[in-house]
């Protein structure tokens, strides 16, 4: 097992990463403290592992105060269900149980269970403990990290919500065996987007090893997780609420979301999106003339031929559509879309003035973005 500190003052809190984790009684036992245990899973990960994570827990309960308590709240899977319906489904269950505030929420599942998850926890009672047990890629290195809870709403995306760190992160790199290859893919992106902004060469080793990645191999997978989470926590350590350097995690999120909204959430994975404006940005910033061309050609050709992800925007988005999208994003300041762009392969830059006609040039290069 390997762990990152994530390091907030007292609010520090540890990423625990390897095989088996769900199993470990005594990482979690820690957290517990005679509290009642509340799982908020969805209906694909419940069958796989919430009977064995409710074990653990268990198991750590009455190894610390003698008794066991475990519920568990299942959600429909997918991002249409990442609403204000599901925050109110969870505060409905805990309500009628009469859960105090020693209660702890442990949310079991991607990124969507997280996000809920998350901003239930920050809310109910005025904020209860949870803990994160991602079972994808793209929330072992991205979402469960750093606090950012939330759900969406119809007029955009993570419109609602809170900044709320967990008491730790149990990245089991063993659940991965059961996620579908589209969302291996996905979570791949997340993982190439940390060497976009500030590690060139974890990104051309992303890229040397994509096969070993995508066939799931253990020791890859343990080697790039914890360069995410050891990126993540360094930049949300000095920079908790986006304020300024966080922003460049953000790398493909503005085209991306607005992506998601646009073709209704979950007929693209969030890393499905962020791929795409992850390529989107490297069109823009070669547009600016901040990147050459062969560098923006090697994102497009890494993340579509190494990766099989998308890197053709759909169609049927207008320019204004994606502009509106993009400017109600709320990421954009006083009216103005921010956007991350790059500066070099490991380097990024965040941006508010962009040329308008190079980015109506991005917005409609369809299949010939980086070209």
């Known amino acids: 097992m390997q762990t990152v500190a994530v390091n ?6 540890p990423i625990h990463i390897g095989a088996k984790l769900i199993a470990s009684a005594e990482l979690v036992a820690p957290y517990l403290a005679g509290g009642r245990v509340v799982f908020v899973t969805n209906d694909v990960v419940a069958p796989l592992y919430l009977e064995q994570a409710k074990s653990t827990f268990t198991a750590a309960q009455l190894a610390g105060s003698g008794g066991s308590s475990c519920k568990a709240i299942v959600l429909p899977d997918g991002e249409a269900h990442k609403n204000l319906a599901a925050v109110g489904h969870i505060y409905d269950q805990l309500l009628a149980g009469k859960y105090d505030r020693n209660t702890v929420l442990v949310a079991l599942g991607g ?21 994160q047990m991602p079972t994808t890629l793209l929330a072992q290195v991205d979402s469960a990290v750093g606090g950012k809870t939330g759900v969406n709403h119809p007029l ?8 709320y760190q967990p008491q730790c992160v149990i990245v089991d790199t063993d659940v991965l065996t059961t996620l579908p290859a589209r969302e291996v893919r996905a979570g791949l992106a997340e993982v190439l987007k940390y060497g976009l902004i500030s590690k060139p060469k974890f990104f051309h080793w992303l890229a040397e090893n994509s096969e070993k990645l995508l066939q799931l191999d253990a020791a890859c997978l343990t080697q790039a997780i914890k360069t995410c989470c050891e990126v993540k926590a360094d930049v949300v350590a000095a920079d908790e609420k986006e304020s300024g350097v966080r922003a460049l995690l953000n790398l493909g999120h503005t085209f991306g979301h607005a992506i998601e909204t646009a073709t209704g959430y979950g007929t693209w994975l969030h890393g499905e999106a962020v791929a795409m404006g992850m390529v989107m940005a490297a069109d823009l910033s070669m547009r600016l003339g901040w990147i050459d061309q062969q560098s923006a050609q090697q994102v497009r050709t890494v993340l579509e031929n190494n990766f ?64």
Do not use: H, W
């Not at 040039?361 to 973005?369: F, I, Y």
């Open 308 to 371: 099989g992800l998308p890197v053709v925007p759909p169609a049927g988005i207008s320019t204004q559509q994606y502009q509106e999208l993009m400017a109600s994003d709320k990421k954009a300041e006083l009216g103005k879309v921010r956007f991350v762009l790059l500066t070099a392969i490991g380097q990024a830059v965040i941006e508010t003035d962009i040329d308008s006609e190079c980015l109506q040039t991005t917005l409609k290069a369809g299949n010939r973005l980086c070209m």
């Open 111 to 131: 990124g969507v269970v997280g996000d809920i998850t998350g901003f239930a926890a920050a809310t109910y009672l005025r904020g209860i403990q949870f803990i």
């Open 8 to 13: 907030l003052g007292e609010r520090t809190y």
């Open 156 to 163: 955009g995306k993570n419109m609602i919500g809170a900044f």
